[in-house]
Protein backbone atom coordinates (compact mmCIF):
# COMPACT_ATOMS: atom_id res chain seq x y z
CA UNK A 1 0.00 0.00 0.00
CA UNK A 2 1.30 2.95 -1.16
CA UNK A 3 1.26 6.20 1.33
CA UNK A 4 -1.05 9.39 0.50
CA UNK A 5 1.18 12.31 -1.18
CA UNK A 6 -0.54 15.47 0.76
CA UNK A 7 0.34 19.08 -0.25
CA UNK A 8 0.48 21.92 2.13
CA UNK A 9 -2.73 23.76 2.30
CA UNK A 10 -4.56 20.69 2.42
CA UNK A 11 -7.46 18.98 4.62
CA UNK A 12 -7.52 15.43 4.88
CA UNK A 13 -9.39 13.12 7.39
CA UNK A 14 -6.80 12.48 10.27
CA UNK A 15 -6.80 9.11 12.21
CA UNK A 16 -5.08 10.87 15.82
CA UNK A 17 -3.91 8.88 18.25
CA UNK A 18 -5.46 11.01 20.89
CA UNK A 19 -8.80 11.93 19.93
CA UNK A 20 -9.41 9.35 17.07
CA UNK A 21 -10.49 10.62 13.40
CA UNK A 22 -10.47 14.58 12.96
CA UNK A 23 -10.26 17.23 9.79
CA UNK A 24 -6.60 18.92 10.01
CA UNK A 25 -4.65 21.08 7.18
CA UNK A 26 -1.38 19.85 6.30
CA UNK A 27 1.37 22.61 7.37
CA UNK A 28 4.58 21.31 6.34
CA UNK A 29 6.36 21.98 3.39
CA UNK A 30 5.99 19.99 -0.01
CA UNK A 31 9.54 19.15 -0.25
CA UNK A 32 9.30 17.40 2.83
CA UNK A 33 6.20 15.63 2.70
CA UNK A 34 7.30 13.53 0.01
CA UNK A 35 10.59 12.62 1.47
CA UNK A 36 9.79 11.65 5.16
CA UNK A 37 6.94 9.34 6.87
CA UNK A 38 5.29 11.91 8.64
CA UNK A 39 3.52 15.46 8.24
CA UNK A 40 2.69 18.51 10.06
CA UNK A 41 -1.16 19.19 11.00
CA UNK A 42 -2.76 21.18 12.22
CA UNK A 43 -6.41 20.21 13.70
CA UNK A 44 -9.55 21.94 12.41
CA UNK A 45 -12.38 22.70 14.84
CA UNK A 46 -15.77 24.05 15.13
CA UNK A 47 -15.12 25.92 17.86
CA UNK A 48 -14.09 29.53 17.21
CA UNK A 49 -11.22 30.51 19.29
CA UNK A 50 -9.48 34.27 19.22
CA UNK A 51 -8.67 35.43 15.99
CA UNK A 52 -5.25 35.18 16.28
CA UNK A 53 -4.96 31.15 17.03
CA UNK A 54 -8.21 30.62 15.10
CA UNK A 55 -8.29 30.94 11.27
CA UNK A 56 -11.76 30.57 9.75
CA UNK A 57 -12.11 28.31 6.81
CA UNK A 58 -14.41 28.97 3.85
CA UNK A 59 -15.88 25.60 2.51
CA UNK A 60 -13.54 24.98 0.18
CA UNK A 61 -11.70 23.06 2.92
CA UNK A 62 -14.20 20.95 2.43
CA UNK A 63 -15.02 20.19 6.10
CA UNK A 64 -18.78 19.37 6.71
CA UNK A 65 -18.56 18.67 10.34
CA UNK A 66 -19.24 22.08 12.03
CA UNK A 67 -21.14 24.93 10.83
CA UNK A 68 -18.02 27.09 10.45
CA UNK A 69 -14.37 25.61 10.65
CA UNK A 70 -11.38 27.06 12.25
CA UNK A 71 -8.14 25.78 12.03
CA UNK A 72 -6.28 26.09 15.52
CA UNK A 73 -2.32 27.42 14.82
CA UNK A 74 -2.07 26.17 19.18
CA UNK A 75 -1.97 22.79 17.72
CA UNK A 76 0.26 21.78 15.33
CA UNK A 77 1.09 18.06 15.88
CA UNK A 78 3.64 15.27 13.54
CA UNK A 79 1.18 12.20 12.07
CA UNK A 80 1.89 9.59 9.92
CA UNK A 81 1.73 9.96 6.57
CA UNK A 82 -0.31 6.56 6.86
CA UNK A 83 -2.95 8.08 9.07
CA UNK A 84 -3.93 10.51 6.20
CA UNK A 85 -7.33 8.85 5.56
CA UNK A 86 -9.46 11.18 3.10
CA UNK A 87 -8.24 14.51 1.01
CA UNK A 88 -11.50 16.74 1.94
CA UNK A 89 -10.56 20.00 0.45
CA UNK A 90 -7.73 22.54 0.21
CA UNK A 91 -7.28 26.18 1.81
CA UNK A 92 -7.54 29.01 -0.43
CA UNK A 93 -4.62 31.22 -0.97
CA UNK A 94 -5.14 33.81 1.73
CA UNK A 95 -6.44 30.97 4.34
CA UNK A 96 -2.96 29.28 3.68
CA UNK A 97 -1.23 33.20 4.05
CA UNK A 98 -3.02 34.19 6.84
CA UNK A 99 -2.20 30.86 9.05
CA UNK A 100 1.40 31.04 8.10
CA UNK A 101 1.15 35.07 9.61
CA UNK A 102 -0.55 34.13 12.66
CA UNK A 103 1.50 30.59 13.14
CA UNK A 104 4.95 33.07 13.16
CA UNK A 105 3.34 35.26 15.63
CA UNK A 106 2.21 33.01 17.69
CA UNK A 107 5.72 31.25 17.79
CA UNK A 108 6.98 34.31 18.55
CA UNK A 109 8.85 35.23 15.95
CA UNK A 110 7.58 38.65 15.69
CA UNK A 111 7.80 40.90 18.54
CA UNK A 112 3.90 42.33 18.21
CA UNK A 113 1.97 42.57 21.26
CA UNK A 114 -0.90 39.76 21.20
CA UNK A 115 -3.58 42.25 20.26
CA UNK A 116 -2.05 44.00 17.19
CA UNK A 117 -2.96 43.52 13.88
CA UNK A 118 -1.04 40.55 11.86
CA UNK A 119 -1.57 42.77 8.94
CA UNK A 120 1.22 45.60 10.07
CA UNK A 121 3.23 42.21 10.70
CA UNK A 122 2.53 41.13 6.96
CA UNK A 123 4.32 43.80 5.39
CA UNK A 124 7.58 43.83 8.14
CA UNK A 125 8.69 40.21 6.67
CA UNK A 126 12.22 40.83 4.27
CA UNK A 127 14.24 38.83 3.10
CA UNK A 128 18.07 39.11 3.49
CA UNK A 129 20.46 38.10 1.12
CA UNK A 130 24.18 37.61 2.12
CA UNK A 131 27.01 36.56 -0.08
CA UNK A 132 27.68 33.71 -0.97
CA UNK A 133 24.94 31.98 1.29
CA UNK A 134 21.35 31.35 1.03
CA UNK A 135 19.05 34.36 1.19
CA UNK A 136 17.06 34.06 4.70
CA UNK A 137 13.71 35.25 5.45
CA UNK A 138 13.40 37.17 8.33
CA UNK A 139 10.97 39.45 10.53
CA UNK A 140 11.78 43.02 11.15
CA UNK A 141 9.22 44.32 13.85
CA UNK A 142 11.43 46.52 15.64
CA UNK A 143 8.78 49.65 15.68
CA UNK A 144 6.53 47.30 17.54
CA UNK A 145 8.70 45.88 19.95
CA UNK A 146 7.50 45.90 23.40
CA UNK A 147 10.54 47.90 24.52
CA UNK A 148 9.42 50.55 21.97
CA UNK A 149 5.98 50.92 23.18
CA UNK A 150 5.27 54.13 25.17
Same mark, same amino acid.
Given at each position: MSLPEPFRGEVWDVDFDDFGLHPAVVLSINPLNARLGHVTVIPVTGTAG????????? /?? /??????EQSYADITAPQPVARSRLLTRRGLLTVGELERLGRQRAVYLARCNHYPGDLVSECSAAFRVIRFPHRRSVQTAHCRPHHPESRP
Open positions: PKQTHIPLT /AD /AGVTKY
